[in-house]
């Protein structure tokens, strides 16, 4: 439970619960409440609606300026004790408190959004109340942004649960309460599920427990702060892909037995307007070196977790040059499938070995997208995800295999 509880109006149930994460978002949590706010006076009149804001303890008046945002929709505030920093430990505060609430539905949004809208909620929240389990949003997205997605994500998860969700890696989703049980089961927790890899767990979850699933169209990209985006890229690669490796032991009997994938229902088509993503930079000389640089670092691992067949790819690859750089689908598939084998077979330092071995590999699979598409339209380029999503597909017998 929550170290610390706010609950200003008492509120002790709610037919929409909205939840924010945060970590010191004093410059934006007035202004995502707001909007929050507005898309549940807009949209949801007749319903009891609540917004919690989950911190972890934030110093910078977080928790002040969400409870004095304007709006009138009630505000329960938690947070987490002193010390205790996480995503995870946020979302989970929020789910144990939105089942006291006994709700028809549940929202996250992240607290440093700066173009989040009001149709947002509608649009996360009205599936719900019509029958999906899960909803994942659907954003305008440049063709370089969010590599790790395209390019592992989102085929690895289509490929072992067998449904077609674009983008399951973000911070916002709406979902049913009949998952909340799932979601609260503690064997189900670790520590990668209590930081980066929290947003993938609450999407593989879901797709793992047979629920209706619906991606909704937002209409707009989704703009952040601005980070810096190789700040946190290999506690996020780490995290993300051990959070998924983890839960392929946990769903073998359920993954094991999908052949094929199936699209997901669509939400959102009635927007008219759709804003254009903001431009991406790829630095590909330096996504090149990277790729070199892995040679020196993890040959001998790559040599021990994968297939025979696997490394003289690799060094077939490497030896091609950066000007016709190329890295097939069904290589990077195979070297994914065999590092799950490995991982599953690791503990500690062996596994943070593994991950960090696979860095590399990963960023020449996103050099040689960027060096198939830099000519092609956003349309063009989603196309040559899907043909690689089947390419994945095409492959699930050799991971059958290998697992058992």
């Known amino acids: 439970m929550a170290f610390h509880e706010e609950n200003p109006r008492a509120v002790a149930e709610a037919d929409i619960v909205v939840g924010i994460p945060s970590l010191n978002e004093v410059e934006s949590i007035a202004r995502t409440t707001g909007q929050v706010d507005q898309g549940l006076t807009q949209y949801f009149p007749d319903l009891k609606c609540v917004i919690i804001n989950c911190d972890n303890h934030s110093a910078d008046g977080t928790r002040e ?68 389990g899960f909803v ?149 000389n330096r996504l090149y070196e990277r790729f070199i640089e892995g040679f020196d670092r993890y ?8 297939g025979q067949m696997v490394v003289p790819k690799i060094q077939e690859i490497r030896s091609i040059g950066l000007q016709h750089f190329s890295f097939p689908a069904q290589t990077w598939a195979t070297i994914l499938f065999d590092a799950a084998v490995a991982y599953g077979r690791m503990a500690g330092p062996e596994r943070e070995e593994l991950l960090d071995a696979l860095l590399p590999l990963y960023l020449g699979r996103v050099l040689s997208y960027v060096k198939r598409t830099e000519r092609m339209s956003l349309q063009q380029a989603e196309e040559l995800i899907e043909n690689d999503c089947m390419i994945f597909e095409e492959n699930k017998p050799y991971i059958i295999k290998v697992w058992t």
């Open 65 to 132: 300026e969400f409870l004095s945002a304007p709006g009138n929709v009630p505000r329960i505030y938690l947070s987490t004790a002193p010390g205790v920093y996480g995503k995870g430990h946020n979302i989970r505060n929020f789910l144990e408190k939105a089942r006291e609430l006994s709700p028809k539905a549940l929202v996250l949004v992240e607290a440093d959004v700066k173009n989040i809208a009001p149709v947002w909620i509608r649009n996360l929240a009205e599936p719900v109340l019509k029958g999906a």
């Open 136 to 284: 994942c949003p659907l954003y305008v997205r440049h063709k370089y942004e969010a590599t790790l997605t395209s390019s592992t994500i989102y085929p690895l998860l289509r490929c072992l649960y067998g449904r077609r969700v674009r983008q399951p890696h973000v911070g916002e989703c709406g979902f049913s309460p009949k998952l909340l049980d799932t979601y609260l089961d503690p064997s189900l927790w670790n520590e990668s599920t209590e930081r980066f890899g929290i947003d993938i767990w609450l999407a593989n979850v879901a797709l793992a427990s047979r629920v209706p699933i619906v991606q909704s169209f937002m209409g707009a990209p989704k703009v952040h702060r601005v980070r810096d985006p190789n700040a946190h890229l290999r506690v996020m690669f780490h995290e993300v892909l051990s959070t998924i490796f983890d839960l392929m032991k946990v769903y073998p009997n359920f993954w094991g037995q999908v052949k094929w994938s199936k699209p997901s229902a669509l939400f959102g088509t009635d927007l008219h307007e759709v804003e254009t993503p903001l431009p991406v930079d790829i630095n590909v």
């Open 299 to 306: 040959f001998s691992t790559w040599e021990r977790a994968f």
